[in-house]
Structures are given as C-alpha cells and as structure tokens.
C-alpha cells in the first residue's frame, strides 16, 4: 500500500498556515494542524474539514504535545507587530518554548522539522539584500525583541538539537509575506493599506514612508517551504525565502490607492520604535539549493488580496 506521509502544521489555522495545510493535502498527506487560535481563525481552514485526512486540535505549543508524525512544519506565533506585543511574554513562550516542545516531539519520533523563522532575525540590517551569513543588529531589549530574539533563540535551538541529537532540521527565513486571509485588523502594512484604502479612510503612512520592505506572495512562499522541507537532509538552512522586489512604503499605498480606485489620502503617523529602515532578501542560496524564486509580481498579489478584502469587510459590515 502506498504510505501516506502525516504532517503536523502548528500554527495552521492562521494566514500562512492555512495555505500551508491546503497544499500539503493536495499531495496526498495527512495534515494535523495544531493551533491555539490566537491569530488564526476556523474559517482559514472550514474548506478543509470535509477532507478525511485532515484533522484540527486546539493546543498551545508552550505546552508538551504528544502525537506519532513524520513532518513537522512549525509557523506557530503571532507575526504582527501589534499581535506579538499584545503579550510579549506569551511570543518569547511560543518561540522558545514551543521551538523546544516541537523539537523534543521531532527527536522522539525522528520526524523531520522545519522553523518558520524570519528576516526580523537581521534585525535593523546594516548590510544590503540580506544574506545568511549576515549575523543581525537587533536590539535585545525593545519592543520588537519578544518576537526577533525568540526567533534566534528558535533558531539557536533547531542548530543545537541537529547537532546534539541528529534531528533533521530545515529553518526557512521567512521575509514580508501577503495575500488572502490576513485578518483585517492584523495591524501588518499590506492588510491595513488595503483596508484603509476600500473604507475610504486616511491611510496610515508611518514615518516618512521611505523605509522599504519586499512582499511576497503567500503562493510562492508556500511552494519554497514545501521545497525546503523536501529537500536533502544536508539541507538544513536558514534559507531565506522572500521576493526581493522592493519597494519603499510610500510606493505601497501609491501602488494600493491605484489598484483600489480609492481617493483616502495619505497621512503620517509616528514611526514605531525600531522599525527596519530596509528589508530585502538575497536569494541567492534559495535558487541554487531548492531551484526556488517568486513568480508573482506585487501587483498580480496585491488583485486577489485586495479581491479577498472587498469580500471579507462587507461580510464584516452586514
Ligand atoms: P498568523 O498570525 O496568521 O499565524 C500564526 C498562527 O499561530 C495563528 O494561527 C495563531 O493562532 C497560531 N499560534 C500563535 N501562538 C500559538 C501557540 N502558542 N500555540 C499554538 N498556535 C499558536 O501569522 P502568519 O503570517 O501566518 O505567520 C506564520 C509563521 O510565519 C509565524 O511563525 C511567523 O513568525 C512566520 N513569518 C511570517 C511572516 C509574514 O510576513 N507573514 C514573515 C516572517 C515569518
Ligand atoms: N516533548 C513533546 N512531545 C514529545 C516529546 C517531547 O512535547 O513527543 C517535549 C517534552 O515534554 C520536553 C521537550 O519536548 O519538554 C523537549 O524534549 P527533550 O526530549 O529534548 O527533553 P527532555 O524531555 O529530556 O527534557
Ligand atoms: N507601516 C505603515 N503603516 C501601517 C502599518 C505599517 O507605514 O499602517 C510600516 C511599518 O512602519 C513598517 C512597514 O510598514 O515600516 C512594514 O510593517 P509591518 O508591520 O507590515 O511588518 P514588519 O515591520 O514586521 O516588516
């Protein structure tokens, strides 16, 4: 009989998750997603229920889990700045905790594990498009660190677990992902712009608007995890994964206003602490080891998101 692989995605309810899960299905797997529905929502995954390979359990990853699975993908932890300093600690916990949760269950049942990490671990870079071997300058004690040094700390323990106990690890290092089914009231920039901009209110720019990030869209994301995790086991990464157009935030809401027919305006608020001032990835390491690059153009991304927009605030109005 042919084997059917069992996949725990943690996290899988939410935006990146959920696509994750949809993916994995499609190639035959069994899929448990585990999450604590922090961020993520049911309706990211109601289309999945119906399939009998699917599961869902609600459970904390700072907790122990104990299930029998040959993969892991582990996305769970807010990825919003305002969701993650909700309760800082509570992000540390879900990172370290949950990183070593996850690791244990790895090691226990031998099953390979990849990291959702991500380019915050390159803090506010001082070298440009960041590359792997670039070490970071992240501030360890601000308001972003619960999330970036939780991450490094994640990081630290995947290296530390392949090292001392043989796990076979896989860490992506995930930049500025988009698409359907970010929550409205994420707070990231691409779903704020872009409700902002179908309400007819003031967009809010912050800072100058100069500082820039590059988007990618959550199909080809998806495709480079899914790469990476299939990989060789000598593969263990960090691999970035992220589409290195850039653009500055300013260029964003041009670029949302366009698209959306919208007449908001643009206005700007305070610069949060901390913020990147720039953000791409080289990808270099991407292409040659999984033969992975984007294919979608942030415009061609922004279409469906802001498709999916349109629907999700009149469902939200009536
Ligand atoms: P998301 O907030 O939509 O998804 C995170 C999911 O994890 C949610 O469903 C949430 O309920 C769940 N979760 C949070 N804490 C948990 C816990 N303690 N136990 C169980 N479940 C928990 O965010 P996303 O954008 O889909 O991000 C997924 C992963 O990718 C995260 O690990 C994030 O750090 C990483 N990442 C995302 C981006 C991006 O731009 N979207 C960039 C870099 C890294
Ligand atoms: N763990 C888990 N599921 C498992 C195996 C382990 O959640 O299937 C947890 C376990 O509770 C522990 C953590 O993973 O807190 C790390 O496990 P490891 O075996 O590395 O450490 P130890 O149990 O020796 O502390
Ligand atoms: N940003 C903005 N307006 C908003 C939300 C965010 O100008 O309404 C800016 C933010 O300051 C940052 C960039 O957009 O420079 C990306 O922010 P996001 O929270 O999406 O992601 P991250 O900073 O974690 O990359």
């Not at 959920?18 to 299905?25: G, Y």
């Not at 691409?190 to 800072?207: C, H, M």
Request: charged share 25%.
């Amino acid at each position: 009989m042919h084997y059917v692989p069992r996949i725990l995605v943690t996290g899988g309810a939410g935006f990146i998750g959920s696509f994750l899960c949809e993916r994995l299905l499609e190639t035959g797997a069994e899929v448990l997603c585990v999450d604590n529905f922090f961020t993520g929502r049911r309706s990211n995954v109601a289309h999945l229920m119906e399939n009998p390979r699917f599961e869902i359990m609600r459970h904390d990853v700072t907790f122990p889990l104990f299930v029998e699975v040959d993969q892991i993908y582990n996305m769970a932890c807010p990825a919003s700045p305002i969701h993650y300093q909700f309760d800082p600690v509570q992000t540390t916990k879900t990172s370290v905790h949950g990183a070593i949760n996850m690791l244990g269950l790895a090691k226990r049942t031998k099953a390979k594990i990849l990291q959702a990490s991500t380019s915050e671990v390159y803090g506010d870079p001082d070298v440009h498009p960041q590359q792997e071997e670039y070490w970071g300058n992240v501030n360890p004690i601000g308001i972003r660190s619960c999330y970036d040094e939780g991450k490094r700390c994640a990081e630290t323990l995947f290296f530390d677990y392949h090292r001392q106990h043989d796990v076979k690890i896989k860490v992506a290092r995930i930049f500025n992902t988009y698409g359907p089914r970010m929550h409205p009231n994420d707070g990231r920039v691409v779903s704020n712009f872009i409700v902002q901009a179908l309400r007819g209110d003031d967009i809010t720019l912050y800072g100058d608007g100069q500082q820039t990030r590059s988007f990618c869209y959550v199909s080809d994301l998806v495709d480079g995890l899914i790469r990476l995790m299939n990989s060789d086991d000598d593969v263990t990464g960090p691999i970035n994964l992220g589409n290195p157009g850039e653009f500055s935030m300013l260029q964003l809401a041009e670029k949302v206003l366009e698209l959306t027919g919208s007449s908001s305006k643009i206005v700007h608020k305070p610069l949060p602490q901390d913020d990147p001032r720039k953000r791409r990835p080289d990808i270099t390491r991407a292409k040659e080891v999984l033969e992975w690059a984007p294919t979608v153009k942030l415009e061609d991304g922004l279409r469906p998101t802001i498709e999916y927009f349109t629907a999700e605030i009149s469902q939200l109005a009536s």
